[in-house]
């Protein structure tokens, strides 16, 4: 059975996401964790090594190019885990969402010494609401690639005006990377306030009621731009004669 896109959309909105016991699950349950972990978006940790490997552009890093892919990727078991909580049911939603525009990725590419070809050896993916984004999962089947990604997913927000990054539970990797833990009071006021700055209002009450005005075509039109990278990119009278890297590094450095 497929998820409903305005319940999944409206439960996100009241800071409520869906989950399974395993790829192979055919059931969902809905999490509202007491905590919730974010990473803000000007707290962002990167190490020297990291930003050598940003700098030098190590991988080519895309968006929106290969989202299927990604979501197939955070899905497949790994060496660091056997099972994994993406089910078909959530898989097709995301996709569903993003042919609306507001689920999206980050790849990272790396060439073949060999064949010459490029091949998909890190990313994430999430859900972009107002101010909002919801990053879902994220893989890595190179070195640094997932957090490459990461830093890449930061500049893009602070470069759309996005305000809260929220990655729902703590892990050591993201915790390396500047990811705090916030009580779920504290969340849902940073949770309102991205929503409502970009002209959604919602309720904090009633976390799965539909009566909602939400709707995907009214949030496909937030404020919060996420191609607004590429436009200061293309417009950046340095484009071309620096590193995107270079460059990207250099906008996590102005204050915003």
């Known amino acids: 059975m497929s998820i409903d896109l305005n319940l999944l959309i409206h439960a996100y909105s009241m800071g409520v996401f869906p989950m399974s016991d395993g790829i192979d699950d055919d059931e969902i349950y809905w999490m509202h964790p007491e905590e919730r972990a974010i990473i803000p978006l000007n707290g962002l940790h990167i190490s020297k090594s990291l930003a050598k490997n940003v700098r030098q552009d190590i991988y080519h890093v895309t968006s929106d190019q290969a989202f299927v892919e990604v979501i197939d990727a955070c899905a497949a078991p790994a060496d660091d885990r056997k099972e994994t909580w993406i089910n078909d049911q959530i898989r097709e939603a995301f996709i569903r969402l993003h042919h609306l525009g507001l689920a999206h990725s980050i790849e990272c590419w790396q060439d073949d010494k ?36 990461l830093v890449w997913l930061v500049a893009r927000l602070r470069a759309g005006g996005f305000t809260l990054l929220d990655t729902q539970y703590m892990t050591d990797h993201l915790a ?75 906008s996590l450095m102005e204050t915003s």
């Not at 060999?114 to 994220?138: D, I, K, P």
């Not at 496909?220 to 436009?231: E, I, K, R, T």
């Open 114 to 149: 060999q064949t010459g070809e490029r091949r998909l050896v890190g990313g994430l993916y999430g859900l972009a609401l107002g101010g909002l984004f919801c990053g879902e999962s994220m893989f890595s089947r190179a070195n640094n690639a997932s957090k490459i990604a």
């Open 176 to 250: 390396s990377m500047g990811a705090v833990m916030v009580s779920g009071e504290d969340y849902a006021a940073m949770l309102h306030q991205s929503l409502v700055k970009s002209g959604i209002q919602v309720s904090l009450s009633s976390p799965l009621s539909v009566d909602s005005a939400l709707s995907a075509s009214s949030l496909a039109s937030a404020p919060a731009d996420w191609g607004a990278l590429d436009g200061e990119f293309l417009g950046s009278a340095d484009f071309g004669k620096a590193s995107s890297g270079k460059l990207i590094l250099q």
